[in-house]
Structures are given as structure tokens and as C-alpha cells.
């Protein structure tokens, strides 16, 4: 694993993820929907100023809740609601826990 990294940008953060190894199916890097969708269906996004006030590299966790599970029992994040059916759960991560978070999202064999 790297040093500390701060992404910029959603873009920068996607490469990053995957030059550590993580998968994703899906990217979307369009203006006002951007987003990226790892192996596991758990989705990741750099936001500012929304609405419910979640801000910074905010996780969308799958309905199966393993990383989500996995990214709580170490770090006891707040679990917020997420509208969409596929991924309920919303998480935000600082950028000081990215590089554990993403050895956590490695553990599920989908984000390989």
C-alpha cells in the first residue's frame, strides 16, 4: 500500500483505488453524476455541499452489507440511509482512513 493519499477529484480517487487493486464495473465521470461502482456493487463518491450534509469520499454499501459491516466493526462509522434499493447504506470515510478502508474492501473477493 501507498502513503497516504488525498484524491482530488473522483477520478484521481478511482485510479488510486485501483492501482491498490480494487475492481470496478462502472464509472461515471460526467459533470453532475459521478460515481464509481466497485465488484461489489458498493459504490464510491466524492461529494460537496449535498444536501443531507454527507460530504467527502462517501460510500454507497450494497444491501448484502459486507463491506459495510467489515468497514464498521473497525472504524464505527455512522450509517446514514441511502435511497437506492441495490445500496441502502451511505458512509463517509476520511481521507486519513481511505488506505484501511480500501484493505477492508480488498477482503471481499468481488473488488479484486
Known sequence: MKERYEPEDLEELVAYMESCGIRFSSKRFEQNNRYAIMGSKTSVRILEDARDGINGIVLFCHKDKEDLNRINAR????????????????????????????????ENGENL
Not at 75 to 92: D, G, L, M, W
Open 75 to 106: 472504524y464505527h462509522k455512522e450509517v446514514f440511509p441511502n435511497s437506492e434499493a441495490t445500496r441502502p447504506y451511505k458512509i463517509s470515510i476520511t481521507e486519513d482512513e481511505l488506505d484501511g478502508v480500501i484493505k477492508l474492501l480488498l
